[in-house]
């Protein structure tokens, strides 16, 4: 990916402190609404926060948790704003949504504003420059070869 693309993913890397790698991660919490079955259980409040210790490889949770239903799939950070991210939720009922959150100093997240996908489901999210702006765009499932 080059420059002008920023993918999303079910994580996002925040800064932490020394030694300490932070992390946001997407977890469903519906699974009555995916077109797929994942395994183990759904977990409740969808955006979660982890710590990774770069010394030992131990992970813990940081407290930093959004409450987002259904189904938080992918994460993407603004290109230029740290303390923006974007979220996409995945069901197959309705349409999905991105939601658009901000991070304090202390890591508290707190929704922006929420727009349709026009979709269901939608399975990618990424920022692309064009021109002198940038779009989000949540797009479906790719063909995995």
């Known amino acids: 990916m080059d420059d002008q693309e920023?993918?999303?993913s079910p994580t996002s890397t925040l800064s932490g402190p020394e030694g300490v790698q932070d992390f946001l991660v997407c977890s469903y919490n519906n699974a009555a609404v995916l077109a797929?079955?994942?395994?183990?259980?759904?977990?409740g409040e969808?955006?979660?926060?982890?710590?990774?210790?770069?010394?030992?490889?131990?992970?813990?949770?940081?407290?930093?948790?959004a409450q987002l239903s259904p189904n938080p799939a992918f994460i993407c950070p603004h290109p230029t704003l740290p303390?923006?991210?974007?979220?996409?939720?995945?069901?197959?009922?309705?349409?999905?949504?991105?939601?658009?959150?901000f991070r304090d100093a202390e890591g508290?997240?707190?929704?922006?504003?929420?727009?349709?996908?026009?979709?269901?489901?939608?399975s990618e999210l990424g920022t692309v420059a064009h021109g002198s702006y940038r779009s989000l765009s949540a797009a479906p499932a790719r063909a995995h070869r």
Do not use: K
């Open 36 to 43: 797929h079955t994942p395994s183990g259980t759904p977990c």
């Open 108 to 122: 508290t997240l707190t929704v922006g504003s929420t727009r349709d996908a026009v979709r269901a489901g939608p």
């Open 46 to 65: 969808g955006v979660y926060g982890v710590n990774l210790d770069l010394a030992t490889g131990a992970l813990r949770p940081s407290g930093v948790t």
């Open 6 to 8: 920023r993918g999303g």
């Open 83 to 101: 303390h923006v991210l974007y979220v996409s939720t995945e069901r197959i009922d309705a349409n999905g949504e991105v939601v658009q959150f």
